[in-house]
């Protein structure tokens, strides 16, 4: 059997065709990832691993050129891990709230940061211990396709000071409080 379109059917087709294109490539795209969740999660993991004193890993999130605001470098930097991993032990990072600004290949990011060190975790929540509340401004740089920390400073705040979101988190974390 012989089958032909007409030139009507024929511009149905391609009409067709076209509306299946464009669903394809919408829904590929809602596959992305979301650059600003993906900053967001850099930064948790670079948080997880300096819990588990790991500052080779941390270090590999870091650009060649990285910076910090005292103007340590990356072999600097990671002296300054050393250090603290070394004479801290049982170090607890909350990462609070977490503001990102993307621009192209460029972003900011903003976030607090619940430190303490000393007992467990669980001993801490019990006697009450919070520990000391630190913003952290970064400023990221996407290199062969990763998001990298080009430079970061931080310094300590009070409670009043934190981003509206981790006083929310705070609640969830010491419900008691």
Same mark, same amino acid.
């Given at each position: 059997m012989y089958w032909s379109l007409s030139r009507e059917n024929c511009r149905l087709m391609k009409c067709l065709m076209a509306t299946v294109l464009? %669903?394809? $490539? =919408?829904? &590929? *795209?809602?596959g992305k990832v979301d650059e600003t969740e993906e900053i967001k999660e850099r930064l948790r993991t =670079? &948080?997880?691993?300096?819990e588990k @004193?790991? +500052? *080779? @890993? =941390? $270090? +590999?999130f870091l650009t060649p050129d990285y910076r910090d605001f005292q103007g340590?470098? $990356?072999?600097?930097t990671a002296g300054l891990l050393d250090y603290y991993f070394k004479n801290y032990h049982? /170090?607890? /990072?909350?990462l609070l709230d977490i503001y990102v600004d /993307?621009?192209?290949?460029?972003?900011?990011?903003?976030?607090?940061?619940?430190?303490s060190s *000393?007992?467990?975790? +669980? $001993?801490?929540?019990?006697? %009450? =211990?919070? *520990?000391s509340y630190y913003r952290f401004d970064f400023?990221?740089? @996407? +290199?062969g396709g990763r998001w990298l920390i080009k430079s970061a400073a931080w310094r300590e705040i009070d409670s009043s000071q934190l981003l509206p979101g981790s006083t929310v988190i705070l609640r969830k974390l010491f419900p008691e409080k």
């Open positions: 464009v %669903g394809v $490539l =919408i829904w &590929a *795209g809602c =670079i &948080a997880s691993q300096a @004193k790991e +500052s *080779g @890993k =941390i $270090l +590999s340590r470098d $990356l072999e600097q049982g /170090i607890a /990072i909350h /993307i621009d192209g290949q460029r972003a900011e990011a903003e976030a607090d940061v619940l430190l *000393g007992p467990l975790e +669980s $001993l801490r929540r019990l006697m %009450g =211990i919070v *520990g400023q990221l740089e @996407k +290199s």
